[in-house]
């Protein structure tokens, strides 16, 4: 291991605050994690309960069977349904398999849905600002498929076409760059002036605030460290906003042994954040790592604060309930996952 060269400043590290575990990936991960002590393994999770590498193989070594498809779930078994929502379809195929099925749907993403039955009922067209294929979108216009148009960016915002202009509405996946998500609605607003808006925004708190913490920190970083996987949509949003806020570079990484060496060439401030799925171990082996490495000087940079917490899914609190167990809070244990990329997770 080398120290490497900066520009003769001292090196330091900019931690951003808000970062790590929103409510909701909190919420769904202590679900597979009660569920495992409470039913005993197997569980079986359709698709990852969140986007992230290292709890979803941490939860498979205490025996989570994660699934692509309703389909995949032995009849009559159990299975969670992930943070990031299932369309009307899926509830009914796991109906005709006499699954017992829990719902492990980020409320914030269950707003979203009544947003999107709300107005098809009133026969508007629904504008879904997402990414085509994220699950999230695909639960989202799965609610109503015939009224709903994806529309990933403003490039597309610029020329999709509608069936009628004057009964138009716009939500939004939950993860999304709240700047380019702004950008898309502005153009569609332009094209469409009775465009209809969500009651509330649809773009997660959590997201929001790990967005302006890094808009605070990016002019001051030569380099910025995203901690996250590349499928989680609102860690890749992260490095996105740090590059286009000031930052020199930026990097999207599982782990600390991810980290380039030469990346640091240079560099005399070092910024770190994690995504929304992100467990905190995996931060502070980023900032173990960088501490070896001369950048022990670790400053916060806090957006804001927050406190929110969800109760579990109604099923699993009321099976909690009869085996006299806690299902108050849902606060998890961030020693239940373990740091590092130790071979038992492999």
């Known amino acids: 291991m080398t120290v490497p060269e900066s520009a003769g400043e001292q090196r330091r590290v900019l931690l951003a605050a808000p970062r790590g575990y929103c409510a909701g990936v909190d919420r769904a991960v202590v679900t597979v994690e009660k569920a495992l002590e409470l039913y005993g393994p197997p569980v079986y999770v359709r698709k990852e309960i969140v986007h992230n590498k290292h709890v979803v193989r941490t939860l498979e070594k205490r025996g989570a069977i994660f699934v692509e498809e309703t389909d995949e779930v032995p009849e009559g078994a159990r299975v969670i349904f992930s943070a990031h929502g299932v369309s009307p379809a899926v509830h009914a195929e796991a109906r005709a398999l006499s699954l017992r099925t829990i719902d492990a749907t980020c409320p914030l993403v269950t707003k979203v849905h009544r947003e999107a039955i709300r107005f098809a009922g009133e ?81 997660c708190y959590a997201t929001q605030n790990r967005q302006v913490a890094v808009k605070q920190m990016a002019a001051e970083c030569d380099l910025m460290i995203v901690v996250g996987s590349q499928n989680s949509s609102n860690s890749k949003r992260l490095v996105e906003v740090a590059l286009e806020h000031g930052s020199r570079d930026g990097h999207l990484v599982d782990y600390a042994d991810e980290i380039d060496e030469a990346w640091l060439d ?39 604060e927050e406190s929110l917490l969800f109760a579990l899914p109604t099923e699993l609190r009321r099976d909690l309930k009869a085996a006299g167990q806690e299902a108050a809070k849902v606060k998890h244990d961030p020693s239940s996952i373990p740091s590092g990329r130790g071979t038992e997770l492999h």
């Not at 900032?287 to 670790?298: F, H, P, Q, S, T």
Request: proline share 7%; aromatic share 4%.
């Open 123 to 203: 026969d508007y067209t629904i504008l879904l600002v997402g990414h085509t294929g994220h699950e999230e979108v695909e639960g989202t216009a799965g609610e109503a498929p015939e009224n709903t148009i994806v529309v990933e960016n403003p490039e597309h915002a610029a020329v999709v076409e509608v069936p009628n202009p004057e009964k138009l509405a716009w939500l939004s996946q939950t993860t999304l760059s709240v700047d380019e998500t702004m950008q898309t609605v502005a153009i569609l607003r332009e094209r469409f002036p009775h465009l209809q808006d969500p009651p509330s925004d649809d773009i």
């Open 266 to 304: 240079g560099v005399s401030t070092v910024g770190v954040t994690s995504g929304a799925s992100v467990p905190e171990v995996l931060v502070r082996d980023v900032l173990d790592w960088l501490a070896e490495r001369g950048y022990a000087d670790v400053s916060a940079v806090t957006a804001a």
